[in-house]
């Protein structure tokens, strides 16, 4: 049986078509596995040689890999649920109203989306402790410590945009509130309420507003500070200053 | 030897003149660059500040004064402004909170405005009796149309002590 599986695997092997995806032959030296993974775009960034005390995991360390997993969770949810709302007032309510009532599965999305949204903020959190108190900010992490603290601030700013979206009583005085917030800064506050709303009340602007915002600019914001994170964890070898491990292996 | 090169040096400063083609070429370009990223920044900022707005008007009718009684606070929930009556006159009160923008409310028992978001207390007049509130509620302009009926104009914000009289 596995005999069988394997002489099909060298059969796709030598195919013309795997041969063009893939270029070379088997990873079995050093050479064609480094090859494997410069010949690769998903793997291209990655080291092609780690110490293997970067490979030891702690339990802490599943933090930011389960923020991304939520964060891709609530991309594909949030897609799903695009296809059932409009971002217009009063429709936005209806919309919600019906995935929850109406659509068949809606209320599971809808959950997922929300529940996963507060859990991702949550983790977050947790990463970003875990990341401190373990001096994760410190050379040579510096610069990936910040990038963490946007990715932090768009989290929030995502969290912030979907709060209006469902277009409730929540959701209504909760972003009164905040963007009255925003008038308090000195001179320009009440023009940049002006524009973030786009009018001087939450209303129809303001929604579509925050829908564009929700659903395009700040997920690419997070796409594109996600792979930078990613990229520098691996070239800086973890993701906090290792020293002396408890039992004692440096 | 290092004489001789630092006359060559010399001589090739002497020809070269102060600024290059090349870096003329580049502070024009940067600046054009520049220039035109700064017009861009003021094209999508007015972009983004709409100039006609859906929203409702700032003008409404509040009817006839003799809905009011005398000594009265009168909540125009749809206004979100207290139409009050003293023995001196009529006056609005805007019923926004001016700490975050939640809607007070009229508590005739206590005689007092509160805010249910976070606490702020005001006087029927609008004065505050204890925070989070920065300021006062606004009084609104409000004067009387040909026929008789109240009118209240929320962009027009007057002093506290002038009053409609009754």
């Known amino acids: 049986m596995a005999s069988t599986f394997q002489s099909a695997l060298e059969n796709l092997r030598t195919t013309r078509v795997w041969k063009s995806i893939f270029r070379r032959g088997p990873a079995i030296t050093n050479r064609t596995r480094s090859l494997a993974m410069f010949g690769n775009l998903f793997l291209h960034w990655l080291p092609v040689k780690v110490r293997e005390k970067s490979l030891r995991v702690r339990a802490a360390y599943y933090l930011g890999s389960l923020s991304l997993l939520l964060f891709l969770l609530l991309v594909v949810t949030g897609v799903l649920l695009m296809f059932y709302y409009h971002p217009a007032a009063p429709q936005a309510y209806h919309d919600m109203k019906d995935l929850r009532f109406v659509v068949s599965n809606g209320v599971f999305l809808r959950n997922m989306h929300r529940i996963g949204a507060h859990l991702m903020v949550l983790l977050v959190f947790a990463h970003m402790f875990h990341v401190f108190y373990r001096g994760g900010y410190k050379p040579p992490h510096e610069f990936n410590w910040v990038v963490g603290v946007v990715l932090l601030l768009v989290t929030l700013f995502l969290s912030y945009t979907g709060y209006l979206l469902p277009w409730d009583q929540l959701a209504f005085w909760a972003v009164t509130v905040g963007t009255n917030i925003i008038s308090a800064m000195p001179i320009i506050g009440n023009k940049v309420r002006f524009v973030a709303l786009g009018g001087n009340i939450v209303g129809e602007n303001a929604l579509l507003r925050f829908y564009v915002l929700h659903v395009v600019i700040l997920p690419l914001i997070a796409f594109l500070f996600i792979g930078v994170h990613f990229w520098r964890v691996q070239k800086d070898g973890g993701v906090t200053v290792r020293t002396k491990d408890d039992d004692g292996k440096n | ?166």
């Open chain 2, 1 to 166: 030897m290092s004489d001789d090169k630092q006359n060559l040096e010399g001589a090739q400063a002497a020809r070269r003149p102060e600024v290059s083609r090349r870096d003329f070429l580049n502070e024009i370009t940067v600046g054009a660059l520049g220039i035109a990223g700064l017009g861009g920044a003021v094209l999508t900022y007015q972009y983004f500040s709409p100039n006609v707005l859906f929203e409702p008007s700032t003008t409404f009718r509040a009817g006839n004064p003799d809905l009011y009684p005398a000594n009265s606070v009168t909540f125009l929930q749809d206004q979100q402004v207290y139409i009050v009556r003293t023995p001196e006159g009529f006056f609005a009160v805007s019923a926004v909170c001016t700490h975050l923008g939640c809607v007070t409310q009229w508590k005739p028992d206590a005689d007092m405005i509160a805010c249910p978001c976070h606490g702020s207390k005001f006087q029927p007049n609008g004065k505050k009796i204890e925070g989070p509130a920065p300021r006062p509620l606004p009084h609104y302009a409000i004067n009387l149309t040909a026929d008789g009926e109240l009118q209240v104009d929320k962009l027009q914000i007057i002093k506290p002590d002038q009053v409609l009289k009754a």
